[in-house]
């Protein structure tokens, strides 16, 4: 196993070991603390992040506005909030060692409002902001703004070209590193384009070396790539370290650590971990944000599955093969349907799937009555968590903060469920996040007899190459 040295990233010598930012209250200033206090890069997640009352107790995120965008700026406070607060308990546990970085997703709600808020309020604690999930065009002006250095999340040369040429050229001083988020390995929401096919993985390294091709015509030899996704044992990367090929490389790290004594997830979550099989996580296309997401295959997902099975197109009048009848709803409305359609939905009302739910596509999908009432419950309770939601149908952008198409109940409310599971809610019957190598936790000999290290052990760990 070749040596792993320092490597010079946001103005100073740290470790090539990136702790990745898990949002909605997973990743936290004590475990980014403790990273950062290690001698690499600690991040803590800026989404939803939690706020505490004075025994250290969380303050659960509840809403009281009467409308969409009373419960939005009710969103965008507790988010300020709670990421000044993690950025302090991060700076504190890291004792001035390493970095103390804050991930924020760009589709998320009020992005640039909640980001902005936290580095005022959190001025001097936190040394660079990470951040994906869109393109995050005016990431390189808030990171000049408040001085500190900014890591965008691509998945490909084309993506960060793109951000290169339309902004962050104009601040180039101030770019840390470049995060490749491999889009069929990397945990949480993926960049997959609409030319990638998810079911066909492409190799990270010959990616990787194309976005560095394209980073040194613009002068960023040195600056380093952060390789996320897949990566558990260092040595099983040894050909990438020091390789003068790809220059500068660090590694980041966002299952593992989920695996710790300072994660603050679950213990049923954790025990979860450690029984994965290969397979479990699936690269899945229900999330509200529109991107493919990779989490644990359990019941939560598993419903999801059947109810986008539990699907047929519709007409607004007889054409075509759309010749059977159908009412909708407690007026039944008629629309037409394929009369072997028909047929599917007799099937699905008599096993108890009776509530029909129109989409934004002319389909309907077939739910059962409890589950229709806990959809439409959500969809009136949207606070607006992303920037443009398709579950509910808000967006941000527009003035009545509709993006004008019908609430899609093929998907979920990703606040609600994310919530959920980041403070002790059922694992099965929730989103579950983790990378591909999770089933990894089983496998390692590292955890067995069910081993929790902490982040300190845990770093000592990768250091030694596993």
């Given at each position: 196993?070749?040596?792993?040295?320092?490597?010079?990233?946001?103005?100073?010598?740290?470790?090539?070991?990136?702790?990745?930012?898990?949002?909605?209250?997973?990743?936290?200033?004590?475990?980014?603390?403790?990273?950062?206090?290690?001698?690499?890069?600690?991040?803590?997640?800026?989404?939803?992040?939690?706020?505490?009352?004075?025994?250290?107790?969380?303050?659960?995120?509840?809403?009281?506005?009467?409308?969409?965008?009373?419960?939005?700026?009710?969103?965008?406070?507790?988010?300020?909030?709670?990421?000044?607060?993690?950025?302090?308990?991060?700076?504190?546990?890291?004792?001035?060692?390493?970095?103390?970085?804050?991930?924020?997703?760009?589709?998320?709600?009020?992005?640039?409002?909640?980001?902005?808020?936290?580095?005022?309020?959190?001025?001097?604690?936190?040394?660079?902001?990470?951040?994906?999930?869109?393109?995050?065009?005016?990431?390189?002006?808030?990171?000049?703004?408040?001085?500190?250095?900014?890591?965008?999340?691509?998945?490909?040369?084309?993506?960060?070209?793109?951000?290169?040429?339309?902004?962050?050229?104009?601040?180039?001083?101030?770019?840390?590193?470049?995060?490749?988020?491999?889009?069929?390995?990397?945990?949480?929401?993926?960049?997959?384009?609409?030319?990638?096919?998810?079911?066909?993985?492409?190799?990270?390294?010959?990616?990787?070396?194309?976005?560095?091709?394209?980073?040194?015509?613009?002068?960023?030899?040195?600056?380093?790539?952060?390789?996320?996704?897949?990566?558990?044992?260092?040595?099983?990367?040894?050909?990438?370290?020091?390789?003068?090929?790809?220059?500068?490389?660090?590694?980041?790290?966002?299952?593992?650590?989920?695996?710790?004594?300072?994660?603050?997830?679950?213990?049923?979550?954790?025990?979860?971990?450690?029984?994965?099989?290969?397979?479990?996580?699936?690269?899945?296309?229900?999330?509200?944000?529109?991107?493919?997401?990779?989490?644990?295959?359990?019941?939560?997902?598993?419903?999801?599955?059947?109810?986008?099975?539990?699907?047929?197109?519709?007409?607004?009048?007889?054409?075509?093969?759309?010749?059977?009848?159908?009412?909708?709803?407690?007026?039944?409305?008629?629309?037409?349907?394929?009369?072997?359609?028909?047929?599917?939905?007799?099937?699905?009302?008599?096993?108890?799937?009776?509530?029909?739910?129109?989409?934004?596509?002319?389909?309907?999908?077939?739910?059962?009555?409890?589950?229709?009432?806990?959809?439409?419950?959500?969809?009136?309770?949207?606070?607006?968590?992303?920037?443009?939601?398709?579950?509910?149908?808000?967006?941000?952008?527009?003035p009545d903060y509709s993006n004008g198409k019908k609430a899609d109940p093929r998907s979920f409310c990703i606040q609600k469920t994310l919530q959920d599971i980041a403070h002790d809610g059922a694992i099965e019957h929730n989103l579950m996040f983790a990378g591909h190598n999770a089933y990894r936790f089983g496998q390692d000999p590292f955890?067995?007899?069910?081993?929790i290290p902490s982040v300190k052990q845990l770093v000592e760990r990768i250091m030694s190459g596993r």
């Amino acid at each position: 196993m070749k040596a792993i040295n320092a490597i010079r990233m946001g103005g100073v010598d740290v470790l090539p070991l990136v702790e990745g930012g898990k949002g909605v209250a997973v990743s936290t200033g004590a475990s980014c603390g403790e990273w950062a206090g290690a001698g690499g890069v600690g991040t803590f997640s800026g989404v939803n992040a939690d706020s505490y009352d004075g025994d250290g107790n969380v303050i659960r995120q509840v809403y009281h506005g009467r409308t969409r965008r009373d419960r939005h700026e009710e969103l965008v406070a507790y988010g300020i909030s709670g990421g000044i607060t993690q950025a302090r308990e991060a700076y504190e546990r890291s004792n001035g060692q390493g970095r103390v970085h804050i991930n924020v997703l760009w589709e998320m709600g009020g992005a640039e409002r909640i980001l902005r808020g936290v580095l005022e309020g959190a001025k001097g604690l936190i040394n660079g902001v990470t951040c994906g999930a869109g393109m995050p065009y005016k990431l390189a002006e808030i990171a000049r703004e408040f001085g500190v250095f900014y890591y965008p999340i691509v998945s490909s040369g084309r993506a960060f070209t793109a951000l290169w040429k339309r902004s962050y050229s104009k601040v180039s001083e101030l770019l840390g590193g470049v995060v490749y988020e491999d889009p069929w390995l990397a945990g949480g929401h993926n960049g997959l384009s609409n030319s990638e096919d998810p079911h066909k993985p492409e190799a990270p390294y010959d990616r990787v070396l194309k976005l560095r091709q394209q980073m040194r015509q613009f002068g960023l030899g040195e600056v380093p790539i952060i390789m996320a996704g897949g990566v558990w044992w260092l040595e099983e990367w040894e050909d990438w370290i020091d390789n003068p090929e790809l220059g500068p490389i660090a590694f980041q790290f966002g299952t593992r650590p989920l695996l710790t004594q300072e994660s603050p997830i679950s213990e049923a979550w954790k025990q979860r971990l450690l029984t994965l099989k290969p397979g479990d996580v699936l690269l899945q296309p229900f999330s509200p944000t529109g991107f493919y997401s990779s989490a644990v295959r359990n019941e939560f997902l598993q419903d999801l599955e059947a109810r986008n099975e539990r699907q047929v197109a519709i007409s607004p009048e007889p054409v075509g093969e759309h010749t059977a009848e159908y009412g909708v709803g407690p007026r039944k409305r008629l629309v037409w349907l394929a009369p072997g359609d028909l047929a599917r939905v007799n099937q699905w009302e008599a096993q108890g799937y009776t509530e029909a739910l129109r989409t934004p596509d002319n389909t309907l999908v077939f739910v059962t009555p409890e589950n229709a009432r806990e959809i439409l419950k959500d969809q009136t309770d949207c606070m607006g968590c992303l920037s443009h939601c398709r579950f509910s149908n808000w967006t941000q952008h527009a003035p009545d903060y509709s993006n004008g198409k019908k609430a899609d109940p093929r998907s979920f409310c990703i606040q609600k469920t994310l919530q959920d599971i980041a403070h002790d809610g059922a694992i099965e019957h929730n989103l579950m996040f983790a990378g591909h190598n999770a089933y990894r936790f089983g496998q390692d000999p590292f955890y067995s007899n069910g081993f929790i290290p902490s982040v300190k052990q845990l770093v000592e760990r990768i250091m030694s190459g596993r």
